[in-house]
């Protein structure tokens, strides 16, 4: 499971974070609700030996990549245990302390820090409404967070993403962001136009230097026979110019749109489907009807958003 990990201790010493820590971390960093905080610092001490040498391993993955592209692609972990399906969590709180120093060689603020680790309660939420206990089963997702890649500005997250010699921003959406508005989308591409080449010269010259993209199921155009025109997912997804040739259908979103339109950890008949508000009986209808969704990979068209020409302001 974990033969592609760096070994024990490889890059830099770990101490794994203590019951105390991971509580205060949860709360004072991650907005974690109280009872997450609670279950994540009784199981820290439930772990195996070789459960906290995989946590070690994750680790070592984290700090040899700081400022890397991506995200890395941790294995799936063993979740058949609270302690199991938090393994994940332990070397992300403990990797807070390389971001942070991190963001401070790039000049980012620590409210940008604070900013982003906050995602990490949100998908532990997720996961409770999923599965009915603490769990953080995309951990390896916040490595994107820690290593210094990804960062939220406003409504949006972007990360680094690419090659070192050819990045681009991928755009990310998350759940208790509040609207999607068009309004709220320009304020955040604006404000990541001036972050990053701040930030991260190397990357990002200058700000006409940065390609946008988003794969998402939300850039699937069926959702235009199914969702109301005025809609801020149709208004949202028409701001990007669609990658590779209309047969392309890009890969199957049915997995994501149960998790993350629907809350449900396994697939359900369509009858089963919740529709307690618009987009989820809009999508159940489509299951309903045998629509196969998509994730669709679209680059973002700056004169769509901005209504002209746009040229970035240098400050």
């Given at each position: 499971?974990?033969?592609?990990?760096?070994?024990?201790?490889?890059?830099?010493?770990?101490?794994?974070?203590?019951?105390?820590?991971?509580?205060?971390?949860?709360?004072?960093?991650?907005?974690?609700?109280?009872?997450?905080?609670?279950?994540?610092?009784?199981?820290?001490?439930?772990?195996?030996?070789?459960?906290?040498?995989?946590?070690?391993?994750?680790?070592?993955d984290i700090v040899?990549?700081?400022?890397?592209?991506?995200?890395?692609?941790?294995?799936?972990?063993p979740g058949d245990?609270?302690?199991?399906?938090?393994?994940?969590?332990?070397?992300?709180?403990?990797?807070?302390?390389?971001?942070?120093?991190?963001?401070?060689?790039?000049?980012?603020?620590?409210?940008?820090?604070?900013?982003?680790?906050?995602?990490?309660?949100?998908?532990?939420?997720?996961?409770?409404?999923?599965?009915?206990?603490?769990?953080?089963?995309?951990?390896?997702?916040?490595?994107?967070?820690?290593?210094?890649?990804?960062?939220?500005?406003?409504?949006?997250?972007?990360?680094?993403?690419?090659?070192?010699?050819?990045?681009?921003l991928g755009m990310?959406?998350?759940?208790?962001?509040?609207?999607?508005?068009?309004?709220?989308?320009?304020?955040?591409?604006?404000?990541?136009?001036?972050?990053?080449?701040?930030?991260?010269?190397?990357?990002?010259?200058?700000?006409?230097?940065?390609?946008?993209?988003?794969?998402?199921?939300?850039?699937?155009?069926?959702?235009?026979?199914?969702?109301?025109?005025?809609?801020?997912?149709?208004?949202?997804?028409?701001?990007?110019?669609?990658?590779?040739?209309?047969?392309?259908?890009?890969?199957?979103?049915?997995?994501?749109?149960?998790?993350?339109?629907?809350?449900?950890?396994?697939?359900?008949?369509?009858?089963?489907?919740?529709?307690?508000?618009?987009?989820?009986?809009?999508?159940?209808?489509?299951?309903?009807?045998?629509?196969?969704?998509?994730?669709?990979?679209?680059?973002?068209?700056?004169?769509?958003?901005?209504?002209?020409?746009?040229?970035?302001?240098?400050?």
């Amino acid at each position: 499971m974990t033969t592609d990990l760096p070994e024990i201790d490889s890059c830099k010493p770990y101490r794994h974070p203590d019951r105390s820590l991971i509580y205060n971390r949860l709360l004072e960093w991650c907005n974690a609700d109280v009872l997450d905080a609670q279950e994540a610092a009784e199981a820290s001490s439930q772990l195996s030996a070789e459960q906290l040498d995989t946590a070690n391993r994750l680790y070592q993955d984290i700090v040899g990549n700081m400022g890397g592209t991506g995200w890395r692609q941790w294995p799936k972990m063993p979740g058949d245990t609270i302690p199991g399906a938090l393994l994940g969590l332990y070397p992300v709180l403990a990797a807070l302390d390389d971001m942070v120093a991190f963001h401070r060689r790039h000049n980012v603020n620590q409210v940008h820090s604070r900013r982003i680790m906050s995602d990490v309660g949100e998908k532990l939420r997720l996961n409770r409404r999923l599965y009915h206990r603490a769990g953080l089963d995309v951990a390896f997702w916040f490595t994107g967070h820690v290593k210094g890649t990804l960062y939220q500005l406003g409504r949006l997250q972007y990360c680094i993403e690419g090659s070192s010699t050819a990045p681009h921003l991928g755009m990310h959406i998350r759940e208790e962001g509040g609207p999607l508005t068009h309004e709220g989308i320009g304020e955040s591409v604006e404000a990541a136009q001036q972050f990053f080449p701040k930030a991260f010269p190397d990357f990002f010259p200058g700000p006409d230097d940065i390609r946008f993209t988003c794969d998402s199921w939300l850039l699937d155009p069926q959702l235009d026979d199914w969702l109301p025109r005025r809609s801020n997912i149709r208004s949202f997804a028409s701001l990007f110019d669609l990658i590779g040739p209309e047969e392309n259908t890009g890969r199957d979103a049915a997995s994501d749109l149960r998790r993350f339109a629907f809350s449900l950890p396994e697939p359900v008949p369509s009858a089963q489907l919740p529709r307690n508000n618009s987009l989820r009986k809009a999508l159940a209808e489509g299951f309903d009807a045998d629509v196969q969704w998509k994730s669709r990979m679209g680059v973002l068209n700056l004169e769509k958003l901005f209504g002209k020409p746009f040229s970035v302001r240098r400050s």
